[in-house]
């Protein structure tokens, strides 16, 4: 069965940190194209950052640009998301999802697989 799985979310203070991680199961993520998309509250669902699978190449929106990093370990078939400097727009459900292209992109065509989701909340 092909399954994303995403966890690490949680609560955390303005300025904080959290890292997410997905993992895959039922296929290898060598070779897929993996984004995170996250959808707060009334908005709709975004795409903030995505990796390649050849050579690793990565795309950030400009809201979490600088603070932000995704990286991936395809030996345990998983992508993370270090989340550092935490702001309460950050509050929102966090999905991950592959894409068989090539190249990442920030936009939901193209993703085939997705999570369930992870639930960040960013609030003092």
């Known amino acids: 069965q092909v399954q994303l799985v995403e966890s690490g979310g949680g609560l955390a203070q303005p300025g904080g940190s959290l890292t997410l991680s997905c993992l895959a199961s039922g296929f290898t993520l060598d070779y897929f194209a993996v984004g995170w998309f996250r959808q707060a509250p009334g908005k709709e669902r975004e795409g903030i950052s995505c990796?390649?699978?050849?050579?690793?190449?990565?795309s950030y929106a400009d809201s979490v640009k600088g603070r932000f990093t995704i990286s991936r370990d395809d030996a345990k078939n998983t992508v993370y998301l270090q989340m550092n400097d935490l702001k309460p727009e950050d509050t929102a459900v966090y999905y991950c999802a592959a894409s068989g292209a090539v190249m990442c992109n920030l936009e939901e065509p193209g993703y085939h697989h997705w999570g369930q989701g992870t639930q960040v909340t960013v609030s003092s």
């Open positions: 990796i390649s699978d050849n050579y690793g190449s990565q």
